[in-house]
């Protein structure tokens, strides 16, 4: 059984495992993925000052995102799940959550950047691409879309 619930600051080590193993899931370059542990390395303070989510399995955190106000516009922010619960529901759950959230506090849109291999994910929950940031790792160029759904 899934529960989720608020983020506790204390488990930053764990959220961060969770976020480098969901990244590493996309079979990127080791390269990459050493470039971008920073990204997906998070600290108790971030946990204090964001808004954040977590899937629990059993009571052991499986999968997290943090909500975010960006300019008066709802933003999930590091939606992470564990790969081997990547496709069984927990990141439908948890994305879900962020609209009920974001709902709730009367925001007319909900938004994130998107990494390119979960465009598809995204779509399936109803978003849609509104435009794309341009982003490169390692001298390589990417376009991350930027993804909204209406509320």
Known sequence: MIKIRSANPNEADRLSQIAFSAKAHWKYPA?????????LTFTAEYF????SWVADRDGV???FYT?????????VENLWVLPEYIGRGVGK?????AVDQARQRGYKFLQLEADPNAMGFYEKMGMR???ERQSEV???PRLLPIMQIYL
């Open 31 to 39: 390269r990459w993925l050493e470039l971008w542990k920073p990204q």
């Open 48 to 51: 204090k000052d964001n808004e």
């Open 61 to 63: 955190p499986i999968a």
């Open 67 to 75: 909500l975010q106000d960006k300019d008066g516009i709802a933003w």
């Open 93 to 97: 759950e948890l994305f879900l959550h």
């Open 129 to 131: 691409k509104i435009g």
């Open 138 to 140: 390692d001298g390589q």
